[in-house]
């Protein structure tokens, strides 16, 4: 690899991490020697790179650097195009023509030479063929969802549970699960008081609520992953 490439790669794990870094961790990345990553952070805080950190701590890059666009790598390209490719596949309506959109957006924007990557590509998706996954079985406005869960507001659900019994619940949506076969809703339900999982293709009628629940989604999305990882610790532990 140059050591142009190298830098920017260094640039690049410290941009996508939200904690400090190590030489080691990179050097394992890179496949190169911890020396030679101390070596190369010098030279990125002498160009101004605004890293932050030391040996045996790690480093991160702060905030406000911003760095002009540049052409993405090959393996960014298939990334990009698998997931695109699995989203159109699977996504409500507007998500997948959003998918669609950006494999011509990459298309569009990339050198000649590298669009056979996404024409022809090493990798692929399974067809989602499950009659659950067709967008008619959810009886609710998903991209609405995606909306109201960005801005922490309420959706009153009427639910028909695995049992067949209907409910009515007002939920404080968390994030949509897309899997192969059905969609999910994770919510904070105000009925239980805890967090549900609800199948969107049971949810027989949905109400967007303009009243906003009290907490920041964020911080609700947080609590939402200390229980599941809880939950998950205790069905390791049964």
């Not at 990179?26 to 040996?55: H, W």
């Not at 406005?141 to 801005?151: M, S």
């Not at 949506?173 to 339900?189: H, S, V």
Request: hydrophobic residues 45%; glycine residues 4%; contains cysteine.
């Amino acid at each position: 690899m140059r050591r142009a490439d190298r830098l920017f790669q260094l640039i690049q794990i410290l941009r996508r991490s939200s904690r400090p870094v190590t030489a080691a961790e990179m050097a394992r990345e890179l496949e190169v020697s911890p020396r030679t990553v101390y070596r190369d952070v010098a030279d990125l805080i002498a160009q101004r790179v605004p890293v932050q950190g030391e040996a045996g701590l790690g480093y991160i890059l702060d905030d406000s650097f911003d760095m002009p666009p540049l052409m993405l790598t090959p393996d960014e390209i298939e990334a990009a195009v698998l997931g695109a490719q699995w989203v159109a596949g699977r996504g409500d309506p507007v998500l997948a023509n959003a998918a669609r959109d950006l494999i011509a957006k990459i298309t569009r924007v990339v050198p000649e030479r590298l669009r056979p990557i996404i024409a022809h590509p090493a990798t692929g998706t399974r067809p989602a063929a499950a009659p659950a996954a067709a967008p008619s079985a959810d009886r609710i406005d998903l991209a609405r969802t995606r909306v109201w869960i960005r801005d922490g507001r309420k959706i009153e659900i009427a639910y028909l549970d695995q049992h067949g019994d209907r409910t009515v619940r007002t939920v404080w949506p968390i994030i949509l699960g897309f899997l192969d076969d059905t969609r999910m809703l994770a919510a904070w339900c105000e009925l239980r008081q805890d967090f549900r999982h609800f199948r969107a293709d049971r949810i027989l009628a949905a109400t967007f609520i303009e009243e906003r629940y009290d907490l920041r989604p964020a911080a609700l999305r947080q609590r939402w992953r200390r229980d599941m990882e809880k939950r998950r610790a205790r069905e390791r532990a049964a």
